[in-house]
């Protein structure tokens, strides 16, 4: 049996339609990350400890700016 997930999308989402972004779904044992213009492509799917140090590590980054 398949499980539905539960995809979100950043609210930094961007385009008029908020397609420009990633969707992410939480796993018991890990995270699944998909392009939200493209879901039917596939998935990744990341250990937790591996996800969490991605996201820290971008919130830490401050060479970016948000338009």
Do not use: Y
């Amino acid at each position: 049996m398949t499980q539905a997930l539960n995809w979100q999308k950043s609210t930094f989402s961007g385009g008029a339609e908020g397609n420009a972004c990633v969707e992410i779904a939480d796993l018991r044992t890990g995270v699944a990350v998909r392009d939200s213009k493209d879901p039917a492509h596939g998935s990744l799917i990341f250990p937790p400890r591996a996800f969490s140090a991605f996201v820290e590590t971008l919130k830490a980054d401050t060479s970016h700016t948000t338009v």
